[in-house]
């Protein structure tokens, strides 16, 4: 299942997000290794540069995981790969590692730099996590925050879902929920921090090697693919970082890759973060490696290589019901909440629209749009749902939506809503039960339930799959448009 408390998660998801740093990318449009020798693709940054959770990855030695987009793009640009990322790396820590190699013509990365052919640089993410975590440190009550306790919180935040109950992580969540506004006022001050390191980074690697092509890529968000409000705050830590990177491009001379967008518009989603045992992991997955060898090798203007023995990108986008005709009344409504990875047929697996949907089945597609981690267990605890509710049990139309609205409120995502609409719009509103008037007003006032002139409710009849399914796209389509 998905997340319990849509804007709770909102702030762990920043969090996350800004734990994964993602760079910009700069290429010269002539990068084209020749064949005789092959030259230097040199890796500098964070955790996406190491493939942080891609399996076999090890802290090191380096080049780290072998599916990591850093061995993908010296394979298929016949380069030879030198990697000096290194995990939870801020951009103060980048420019501080430059400095000393300066100081030190000696050094191995002062000679990785000078015979460097392509230079990529993955770098940001950190630095709004610091932030972040460091927030967090003193709402968990940790008096002395180093880099020992700031790993701690992390390593505990980004299991999050591993080995805790339910009221665990509902805590968790909630105090993170605390210290969300506090960091989202440190994000002006930290981009400009990092505009400053950007522009010594830049210089010095130049400094040392004038004919390297540099490479920033931009941060995607990890979690465009959950619900809105998720989506939106973590795009305010990462777009700020991202401006900086796009805007001082000109001025310091490097060229972006933008992995942000590429990741924004694909079909699927490309990091840990969907996987049940690292829900909250922001780090790319190994078909996001992939992507991201692509855009870089496309921004350096390097044709891939032939009859390489990395696989190319394998990903079947294409989902539906077996039974379901485009004739159907909920075809475009099921089509959209198949894209949305709200529902996810199996194969050859039957929609069966008009069939009485059961309140577990309910239950499971409320917690999937929502993004979630809502359990029948988790309800109960909340005093949602009686000991017996029976999951198995068909579901009324007026207990679909007050089982809505109840996670809803729980997740505080209605916040005010004014101008309340009049369910006696409804032919029928005088049979609506009476715990059920305020949540099916609130549903109708949000556009959640539709209805106009003589139209009726049925609140007393089982909801079908179909309804159920116009309903939590309704749903989806306020989340998505409310402020």
Known sequence: MTKKFSRILCIMLTVLIIIS?????VFADDATPESEENKIFLALGDSFSTGYGLEGYTASPAPYAKDSFVNIVAQKGGMDAINFAVDGLTSEGLDSMLKEAAADTSSELYKAIQSAYIIDITIGG??????????????????????????????????LTEGSTDTDVLAKLRLLVDTLNEAKTQIEPIAKEFSENLSSIIKQLKEINADAVIIVQTIPNPYAHMVPQIAD???SGVCAINNVITEKEAELGYKTADVYTVFKQADSVL????????YLDPHPNKYG???????????????ALENTDIPELEIEFSKSYSDIKETDWYYDTVSELIDKGILNPEFNEAFNGDSEITKGEALEMIASALKLPVTIETLKEANLLPEDFDESAKIMRQELFVMIYDIMDMTESFGGIPNKKNISDFTDSSFIAEQ??????????????????NASLKPADFATKAETAQIIYNLTTYLSVRV
Do not use: C, Q
Request: a negative charge; aromatic letters at 4%; glycine letters at 6%.
């Open 21 to 25: 740093v993602i760079p910009a990318t």
């Open 436 to 453: 059920a008037i305020e949540p099916i007003t609130v549903l109708y006032t949000i556009g959640v339930i539709k209805g106009s002139g």
């Open 233 to 235: 705050t973590a795009d």
């Open 289 to 303: 490696h992939s992507l991201i060898a692509d855009v870089v090798l496309k921004t350096a203007g390097i044709e």
């Open 126 to 159: 950190n630095d709004l996590l610091k932030a972040l975590f460091e927030s967090l440190s003193t709402a968990f009550g940790i008096s002395e925050v180093n880099s020992e306790t700031l790993e701690s919180l992390k390593n505990e935040f980004l299991s």
């Open 271 to 278: 990091t840990n973060a969907s996987a049940p045992e690292t």
